[in-house]
């Protein structure tokens, strides 16, 4: 049974845990292999992080695991409390957002173990449009996040292995540098080609070959004139009718409601929005000097 914290006793956890005191301590709950704390932001009103509007309606709340702590030698499962606000600024395109959760947690947590992993995705991307590039490794099981390396070196991906042992099967893309990585880092592990590079193989395998035998390809034959109709519009000018349906659709959705964050209805694109917000949310705490790996932790 969860145990409601008084007053006195969740100061008396701050003093343990000094990470948590930007917070409300509600629960504390002791789950056999450990303890489970369970926090709240306890701030009244949020602004909106689009339009700044303050919002006390909550629409709804989840839970959020942090990255465990220990005391006494027991692992200590920090649960917070995350919620939903309704922004009600009729001008704002965001109907719903979530709270943030203080940096200082954040910063003060340790970056989430890797733990075993056993299909390993890796995969480059730029940093800059064009420029440096960077790594990064996904758990293919979980399709978890797992780490980030500063770029797409063989010396580098072979470091991270040895450092992470127990990989059974690392998937890349088709470039030398990750395959001599892998064979040098974890010989043992079979490597796959990403599905992505097999099609991509395919498409152009098959793009060379057309090309190769274009000469055999014989025009197609011309098509039949169509039947003279009662009704024939000549090509490049526009059927009334047409132009009437499409400007009666166009009228029918309001220009300001079908942005981004609305479908053509008007209706409230749910995904859009948690995906922009957690990518603003992520965003942020880079800015200041959060680790990406512990930062998309937080907001997976
Ligand atoms: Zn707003």
Redesign the pocket.
């Known amino acids: 049974m969860p145990l409601e914290l008084s007053d006195d006793q969740a100061r008396l956890l701050t003093v343990l845990f000094p990470q948590l005191n930007c917070l409300r301590l509600e629960q504390i709950e002791d789950v056999g292999s450990g303890l489970r704390i369970l926090v709240r932001t306890g701030t009244e009103l949020v602004a ?6 303050a ?1 006390s309606r909550v629409h709804d709340r989840y839970w959020r695991r942090l990255d465990d702590l220990a005391c006494g030698g027991r692992p200590v499962e920090i649960q917070l409390e995350v919620r939903r606000f309704r ?3 009729p001008c ?3 109907a719903t ?1 979530a709270e943030q959760v203080p940096l200082r947690l954040v910063r003060a947590l340790p970056d989430p173990p890797v733990g075993q992993i056993l299909v390993l995705g890796v995969d480059d991307f730029a940093k800059r449009k064009g420029h440096a590039y960077a790594s990064l490794l996904v758990d293919m099981d979980t399709h978890r996040l797992v780490d980030l390396l500063p770029d797409r070196e063989a010396d580098t991906f072979a470091h991270w292995l040895r450092a992470h042992p127990g990989a059974q099967v690392v998937c890349r893309d088709r470039a030398g540098a990750f395959a001599a990585g892998a064979r040098q880092g974890a010989p043992e592990a079979i490597q796959v080609a990403d599905r992505f590079y097999l099609w991509q193989s395919l498409g152009e395998a098959v793009e060379k070959t057309v090309i190769a035998h274009r000469a055999d390809l014989h025009d197609p034959a011309p098509e039949p004139d169509p039947l003279p109709g009662p009704v024939h519009q000549e090509q490049g000018e526009p059927d009334p009718s047409c132009a009437q349906a499409t400007d009666q659709t166009t009228e029918d959705v309001p220009k300001e409601m079908s942005d981004g964050f609305r479908d053509i209805l008007g209706r409230e694109r749910r995904l859009v929005i948690r995906h922009t917000e957690r990518y603003e949310a992520v965003q942020a705490l880079q800015a200041e000097g959060c680790s990406l790996a512990r930062a998309m932790a937080l907001h997976n």
Do not use: E
């Open positions: 909106c992080h689009r339009c700044g509007t919002s922004c009600d600024a704002c395109p965001v957002f």
